[in-house]
């Protein structure tokens, strides 16, 4: 599933917006568009992007969730990024992961369960935001 809205008000969107906002429609692709629309952060910020996802389908339901952020360094150096699950008001952020100077996924184990713990449902996946944020 793909963003499909900004969150609450202003909630977390700290990244800049390529060509322009809103965040998620830069990122909302099934085939992405590397570098027709992105959101960027600078080096050595920390900033943060949670966006709304698309709820299930009535026929789906879940079992297990990986993250996928498909992203590329653009500067000299590390970089890093972890991504972020937003569950009932509590922000979660998974490891960190360096990334490469060319477009790819990053990711890491499934999640079995769901950030606070509980068995993956459509209830908490459709209330479930997801994004990223710029570690280093």
Excluded: C
Excluded at 17 to 22: G, I, K
Excluded at 77 to 96: E, F, I, K, S
């Amino acid at each position: 599933k793909y963003p499909n809205g900004d969150p609450d008000a202003g909630f977390l969107t700290e990244w800049t917006p390529f060509p322009a906002a809103p965040n998620w429609e830069n990122v909302n692709e099934a085939t992405p568009d590397d570098n027709t629309t992105y959101n960027s952060a600078a080096p050595a910020t920390t900033v943060r992007d949670v966006l709304n996802l698309q709820d299930l389908l009535p026929t789906e339901d879940v079992v297990g969730v990986q993250v996928l952020v498909n992203s590329m360094k653009t500067e000299e150096g590390a970089a890093a990024l972890a991504y972020l699950l937003r569950q009932t008001g509590v922000l979660y952020q998974g490891p960190t992961v360096f990334i490469g100077s060319t477009y790819g996924y990053y990711h890491r184990t499934p999640l079995e369960v769901a950030p606070d713990g509980s068995e993956w449902s459509k209830v908490i996946w459709d209330a479930l935001q997801g994004g990223y944020r710029r570690v280093s």
